[in-house]
């Protein structure tokens, strides 16, 4: 669990006030009308320029009280990726996202209160309750068994609707995930303090991602070079501290913790073995309980190894989820 560190720094703090500039316009926030199931609407002149236009355009679907943004493209089985805490789906850039495209029909989305993506303030967010957006939006969309890959906080959300509703997902692939409770090990003291540093924040939450040295050094270029090739979506302050809240409870909870052992879901757990935000014994202590799980430690890769190693990635999503058909 990275806290809020995967959204703060970048919606926030936006890596760097001079040179992440976000252009994107803000979606529309705040209390969602509780409105029934109905058919997706598409949001008009949402399509991404240059890089991300494969993407296709925004299309809302009311869920669960509130309308889910989500983009589909590609083509085959059905995949769905959820993004870290206060992320919105622009932060999943097209190197990753082309290769995936290649063998699934990829939706991402935004979750409650991010981007495209409306809210109900009438409920505290929590991640039990995403894991219910996700699993009505999977519904909603008519996916079929499909591959959830959920980052960071996505992946908690995974775990959780895994383990609350083991016949909705094909199967779950996790990336700097944990499952909560006070069996997590959670990041070193002081390094939330120095994200949230504006002297500090950008060059630590960049550290974060990608080791400072060998390959971590081309992929903090290759990540900085697409996320300015992307409009990013904005992210108020009140999502921030509501999906922070989220975060705080998840540490306390432990339903999803105490449930891993009845996830019947083919399950992959990855982690960077650099990751400082969520250290890997978290994905061990996760295999351990999941009967027949699969755990891959990247080595040499910290909290953004999916980005570090895209393709590789890409393709381990690929081969496990065949094999889990």
């Given at each position: 669990m990275l806290r809020r560190q995967t959204g703060l720094v970048l919606c926030l703090v936006a890596l760097s006030a001079a040179t992440l500039v976000s252009s994107a316009p803000a979606a529309a926030m705040g209390p969602a009308e509780v409105v029934g199931q109905?058919?997706?609407?598409l949001v008009p002149h949402s399509t991404l320029p240059g890089p991300g236009a494969f993407e296709g355009p925004?299309?809302?679907v009311a869920v669960n009280g509130i309308e889910i943004g989500y983009r589909q493209f590609g083509h085959g089985p059905d995949l769905i990726m959820?993004?870290?805490?206060?992320?919105?789906?622009?932060?999943?850039?097209?190197?990753?996202?082309?290769?995936?495209?290649?063998?699934?029909?990829?939706?991402?989305?935004?979750?409650?209160?991010?981007?495209?993506?409306?809210?109900?303030?009438s409920r505290p967010i929590t991640v039990p309750l995403m894991a219910r957006d996700t699993g009505e939006l999977i519904e909603a969309l008519g996916l079929v068994d499909p591959t959830l890959v959920g980052w960071s906080m996505g992946g908690e959300i995974g775990l959780t609707l895994a383990e609350r509703q083991p016949a909705v997902l094909g199967a779950l692939v996790t990336t700097g995930g944990d499952a909560g409770?006070?069996?997590?090990?959670?990041?070193?003291?002081?390094?939330?303090r120095d994200l949230a540093d504006p002297k500090t924040?950008?060059?630590?939450?960049?550290?974060?991602?990608?080791?400072?040295?060998?390959?971590?050094?081309?992929a903090t270029a290759r990540f900085v070079r697409a996320y300015e090739s992307?409009?990013?979506?904005?992210?108020?302050?009140?999502?921030?501290?509501?999906?922070?809240?989220?975060?705080?409870?998840?540490?306390?909870?432990?339903?999803?913790w105490h449930g891993l052992g009845g996830i019947t879901t083919p399950t992959l757990l990855t982690n960077g073995a650099l990751d400082r935000g969520v250290p890997p014994v978290n994905a061990r202590r996760i295999h351990a309980r999941i009967p027949?799980?699969?755990?891959?430690?990247?080595?040499?890769?910290?909290?953004g190894m999916l980005f570090q190693d895209a393709e590789r990635f890409a393709a381990q999503i690929a081969s496990f989820s065949s094999a889990a058909r």
């Open positions: 109905s058919a997706p609407k925004v299309r809302r959820v993004t870290g805490d206060t992320a919105p789906m622009s932060l999943w850039l097209p190197y990753l996202l082309r290769p995936l495209a290649e063998d699934f029909t990829v939706t991402i989305f935004d979750n409650r209160g991010v981007g495209y993506t409306t809210d109900d303030l409770s006070l069996h997590t090990v959670p990041p070193p003291p002081g390094l939330v924040g950008d060059k630590v939450f960049l550290e974060l991602l990608f080791p400072p040295t060998g390959a971590g050094g081309a992307i409009p990013q979506e904005k992210v108020s302050p009140r999502t921030l501290k509501r999906q922070e809240a989220a975060e705080e409870g998840f540490l306390r909870y432990g339903g999803t027949g799980s699969q755990v891959s430690i990247y080595a040499g890769a910290a909290h």
